[in-house]
Protein backbone atom coordinates (compact mmCIF):
# COMPACT_ATOMS: atom_id res chain seq x y z
CA UNK A 1 0.00 0.00 0.00
CA UNK A 2 1.34 3.42 -0.98
CA UNK A 3 1.75 5.92 2.09
CA UNK A 4 -0.47 9.02 1.64
CA UNK A 5 -2.36 11.20 3.88
CA UNK A 6 -4.59 14.61 4.71
CA UNK A 7 -2.28 16.42 2.79
CA UNK A 8 -2.87 14.03 -0.21
CA UNK A 9 -6.36 14.39 -0.05
CA UNK A 10 -6.88 18.35 0.48
CA UNK A 11 -4.22 18.78 -2.48
CA UNK A 12 -5.79 15.50 -4.89
CA UNK A 13 -9.18 18.06 -4.23
CA UNK A 14 -7.09 21.53 -5.03
CA UNK A 15 -5.48 19.49 -7.82
CA UNK A 16 -8.96 18.52 -9.57
CA UNK A 17 -10.56 21.71 -8.92
CA UNK A 18 -7.15 23.29 -11.18
CA UNK A 19 -7.01 20.80 -13.39
CA UNK A 20 -11.04 21.30 -14.51
CA UNK A 21 -12.06 23.67 -17.01
CA UNK A 22 -12.89 26.94 -15.87
CA UNK A 23 -15.66 28.11 -17.05
CA UNK A 24 -15.18 30.81 -20.45
CA UNK A 25 -13.86 34.14 -18.81
CA UNK A 26 -13.11 33.01 -15.53
CA UNK A 27 -10.55 33.75 -13.56
CA UNK A 28 -8.26 31.41 -11.04
CA UNK A 29 -7.11 33.87 -8.13
CA UNK A 30 -3.25 35.14 -8.65
CA UNK A 31 -1.01 32.87 -5.96
CA UNK A 32 0.59 34.70 -3.06
CA UNK A 33 4.20 36.06 -4.27
CA UNK A 34 6.94 34.10 -2.35
CA UNK A 35 10.28 35.37 -0.86
CA UNK A 36 13.29 33.20 -1.93
CA UNK A 37 14.40 30.75 0.19
CA UNK A 38 17.83 28.78 1.07
CA UNK A 39 18.66 26.23 -1.07
CA UNK A 40 18.27 23.71 2.68
CA UNK A 41 15.22 24.72 3.22
CA UNK A 42 14.36 23.86 -0.53
CA UNK A 43 15.65 20.71 -0.28
CA UNK A 44 14.00 20.38 4.03
CA UNK A 45 11.11 20.69 1.95
CA UNK A 46 11.45 18.43 -0.70
CA UNK A 47 12.49 15.93 1.09
CA UNK A 48 9.00 16.20 3.46
CA UNK A 49 6.89 15.64 0.28
CA UNK A 50 9.12 13.12 -0.81
CA UNK A 51 8.17 11.57 3.00
CA UNK A 52 4.50 12.06 2.56
CA UNK A 53 4.45 10.55 -1.20
CA UNK A 54 3.22 13.90 -2.23
CA UNK A 55 3.85 13.61 -5.65
CA UNK A 56 1.15 10.35 -5.85
CA UNK A 57 -1.02 14.12 -6.46
CA UNK A 58 0.22 15.16 -8.82
CA UNK A 59 2.16 12.24 -11.46
CA UNK A 60 -0.85 11.81 -13.82
CA UNK A 61 -1.81 15.69 -14.26
CA UNK A 62 0.22 15.37 -17.47
CA UNK A 63 -1.71 12.92 -19.40
CA UNK A 64 -5.08 13.72 -17.07
CA UNK A 65 -4.89 17.35 -18.77
CA UNK A 66 -3.85 16.73 -22.01
CA UNK A 67 -7.03 13.53 -21.96
CA UNK A 68 -9.02 15.92 -21.14
CA UNK A 69 -8.27 18.51 -23.37
CA UNK A 70 -8.78 16.32 -26.19
CA UNK A 71 -11.81 15.05 -24.79
CA UNK A 72 -13.73 18.54 -24.61
CA UNK A 73 -12.51 19.08 -28.57
CA UNK A 74 -13.43 15.78 -29.48
CA UNK A 75 -16.90 16.57 -27.98
CA UNK A 76 -17.60 18.70 -30.38
CA UNK A 77 -15.16 17.27 -33.53
CA UNK A 78 -16.15 13.59 -33.50
CA UNK A 79 -15.30 13.42 -37.22
CA UNK A 80 -11.23 14.62 -36.46
CA UNK A 81 -11.32 11.64 -33.27
CA UNK A 82 -7.87 10.42 -35.30
CA UNK A 83 -6.58 13.47 -35.47
CA UNK A 84 -6.90 14.57 -31.85
CA UNK A 85 -5.41 11.20 -30.50
CA UNK A 86 -2.46 11.61 -32.71
CA UNK A 87 -2.26 14.82 -31.58
CA UNK A 88 -2.99 14.04 -27.93
CA UNK A 89 0.11 10.90 -28.15
CA UNK A 90 2.27 13.35 -29.37
CA UNK A 91 1.47 16.62 -26.84
CA UNK A 92 1.88 13.41 -23.88
CA UNK A 93 5.46 12.74 -25.61
CA UNK A 94 6.30 16.47 -25.88
CA UNK A 95 5.55 17.42 -22.35
CA UNK A 96 5.94 14.75 -20.15
CA UNK A 97 8.12 15.70 -17.48
CA UNK A 98 6.58 18.77 -16.80
CA UNK A 99 4.37 17.74 -13.77
CA UNK A 100 8.02 18.24 -12.07
CA UNK A 101 6.86 21.91 -12.01
CA UNK A 102 3.94 21.21 -9.66
CA UNK A 103 6.80 19.72 -7.13
CA UNK A 104 9.21 22.25 -7.12
CA UNK A 105 6.15 24.91 -6.89
CA UNK A 106 4.75 23.03 -3.68
CA UNK A 107 8.45 22.75 -2.21
CA UNK A 108 8.90 26.23 -2.46
CA UNK A 109 5.19 27.11 -1.22
CA UNK A 110 6.40 25.04 2.06
CA UNK A 111 9.93 26.42 2.44
CA UNK A 112 7.88 29.96 2.22
CA UNK A 113 5.49 28.35 5.35
CA UNK A 114 7.98 26.41 7.56
CA UNK A 115 11.14 27.41 8.54
CA UNK A 116 14.07 24.58 7.55
CA UNK A 117 13.87 23.10 11.38
CA UNK A 118 9.99 22.61 11.45
CA UNK A 119 10.48 20.76 7.81
CA UNK A 120 13.17 18.86 8.95
CA UNK A 121 11.53 18.10 12.13
CA UNK A 122 8.21 17.58 10.27
CA UNK A 123 10.33 14.76 8.31
CA UNK A 124 11.51 12.91 11.18
CA UNK A 125 7.98 12.56 12.16
CA UNK A 126 6.51 11.34 9.51
CA UNK A 127 9.56 8.81 9.70
CA UNK A 128 8.98 7.63 12.68
CA UNK A 129 6.44 4.70 13.69
CA UNK A 130 3.63 7.52 14.44
CA UNK A 131 4.13 9.17 11.48
CA UNK A 132 4.49 6.15 9.34
CA UNK A 133 1.18 5.46 11.17
CA UNK A 134 -0.50 9.22 10.43
CA UNK A 135 0.35 8.67 6.44
CA UNK A 136 -1.11 5.15 6.15
CA UNK A 137 -4.18 6.27 8.84
CA UNK A 138 -5.50 9.83 8.43
CA UNK A 139 -7.10 8.89 4.83
CA UNK A 140 -9.02 6.69 6.59
CA UNK A 141 -9.99 8.62 9.41
CA UNK A 142 -10.25 11.80 6.85
CA UNK A 143 -13.16 10.06 4.87
CA UNK A 144 -14.31 8.45 7.32
CA UNK A 145 -15.35 11.90 9.11
CA UNK A 146 -16.30 13.08 5.81
CA UNK A 147 -18.92 10.32 5.77
CA UNK A 148 -20.39 11.00 9.11
CA UNK A 149 -20.08 14.98 8.14
CA UNK A 150 -22.51 14.25 5.34
CA UNK A 151 -24.83 12.02 6.93
CA UNK A 152 -25.17 14.12 9.85
CA UNK A 153 -25.52 17.19 7.91
CA UNK A 154 -28.62 15.55 6.01
CA UNK A 155 -30.25 14.58 9.35
CA UNK A 156 -29.71 18.07 10.42
CA UNK A 157 -31.28 19.62 7.56
CA UNK A 158 -34.34 17.10 7.85
CA UNK A 159 -35.05 17.95 11.35
CA UNK A 160 -34.59 21.81 10.41
CA UNK A 161 -37.04 21.35 7.52
CA UNK A 162 -39.49 19.92 9.92
CA UNK A 163 -39.29 22.61 12.09
CA UNK A 164 -40.12 24.80 9.86
CA UNK A 165 -43.26 22.72 7.99
CA UNK A 166 -44.40 22.20 11.80
CA UNK A 167 -44.21 26.22 12.71
CA UNK A 168 -45.54 27.46 9.51
CA UNK A 169 -48.30 25.11 10.19
CA UNK A 170 -49.07 26.69 13.14
CA UNK A 171 -48.95 30.22 11.75
CA UNK A 172 -51.70 28.55 9.27
CA UNK A 173 -49.33 28.41 6.19
CA UNK A 174 -48.58 25.12 5.39
CA UNK A 175 -45.67 24.31 3.29
CA UNK A 176 -46.50 22.61 0.15
Do not use: H
Not at 95 to 118: H, L, P, S, V
Not at 119 to 141: N, R
Not at 145 to 154: E, G, H, I, L, P
Amino acid sequence: MKRSSGILLAASLALGLAFSPLPAGAQQPAAAPLKPVSPSALQAAKDLLTVKNVNQVYATAVPNIIQRVKDQILASNLSYQKDLNEIALAEAQSKAGREKEIGEQMAKIYANDFTEQELKDLTTFYKSPLGQKVLAQEPKSIQASMVYMNQWAQAFSEAVVTDFRNEMKKRGKPLG
